[in-house]
């Protein structure tokens, strides 16, 4: 009887062990366009719109997000540099490529500012969304009371999932002429104390890096079409944008009910907590 009790004991705390080595999630993603550009004349009022000419000198604006937890501005910058070399292999319909400046978009600023700015005709907005998950199995977190496996056993799994959107615009039109997107998902394993650090941010700018190279290479096959784009049928840009505030606002009101959700469960509710845990598999191997 003693035995089965034991056994019973131990058991449960194997099952239930998983508590103690939770590990947060995290997301980021970009500012709203509204936070960015500042509003422009509906293009489907103007009665004529300006053709389009090629090779056209081009911008590339990178929306950052709200706090750069996982993407900071240079990965933004280096990734953006990247974007404007694979841009530059399409000579025929592309004839410079500038970078939007961070300190230019501190404030709301306009398209006519960047055709002034940048000289251009054409901008390429990018926005990104980006989730890390870190799982950690059971059999590690039995570990995280000792203090060398925290170093040394890659028992965390991490997955960050990358998705990026562009919209190309062109800025005489106030309009968008075509829009392309590209995913990334990665895997890692990483000890307990390299997942907590600064090794789970590098696999974020991987997964951003990854994505925004697909991209560049989905935006080519879409560029080398344009000869057959009818400017007349471009999407007006204030149409995305109130669409995206609408979404936004929406969006906003799940989230908040999704965070009580994953907050509920970071925290272990429902099951027993760390100390009682510990005291449970002390009294078991007792």
Avoid at 201 to 218: R, W
């Amino acid at each position: 009887m003693r035995s089965s009790f034991k056994i019973l004991l131990l058991g449960l705390a194997f099952t239930v062990f998983s508590g103690c080595g939770t590990l947060q999630s995290v997301s980021d993603r970009s500012q709203t366009l509204g936070n960015i550009l500042a509003p422009v004349k509906d293009s489907l009022v103007t009665h004529e719109k300006k053709p389009l000419v090629f090779p056209s000198n081009v911008a590339i604006l990178m929306i950052p997000g709200d706090d750069h937890r996982l993407i900071p501005i240079s990965t933004l910058t280096n990734t953006a540099e990247q974007l404007k070399k694979n841009l530059l292999k399409n000579k025929k319909y592309v004839r410079s490529v500038s970078i939007v400046s961070t300190s230019d978009i501190d404030q709301k600023i306009t398209l006519n500012a960047i055709h002034d700015l940048y000289a251009a005709d054409i901008v390429v907005i990018i926005s990104y969304q980006q989730d890390q998950r870190k799982k950690q199995s059971n059999a590690a977190a039995l570990f995280d009371f000792a203090i060398i496996p925290v170093f040394i056993i890659p028992g965390v799994k991490v997955t960050t999932t990358t998705i990026v959107d562009s919209k190309i615009i062109h800025i005489p039109s106030n309009a968008i002429i075509f829009r392309s997107s590209a995913t990334n998902e990665r895997t890692a394993h990483m000890t307990r104390f390299t997942a907590e650090q600064r090794e789970s941010n590098k696999e974020s700018i991987k997964g951003l890096t990854s994505a925004i190279d697909q991209l560049g290479k989905n935006m080519s096959t879409q560029i080398n079409q344009l000869d057959k784009f009818d400017i007349s049928s471009a999407v007006s840009l204030n149409e995305v944008m109130s669409e995206q505030i609408k979404s936004n606002e929406n969006g906003s009101k799940h989230g908040d009910n999704w965070s009580k959700v994953d907050s509920y469960k970071n925290s272990g509710a429902g099951s027993l907590g760390c100390i009682e845990l510990i005291l449970l598999a002390l009294a078991a191997l007792l």
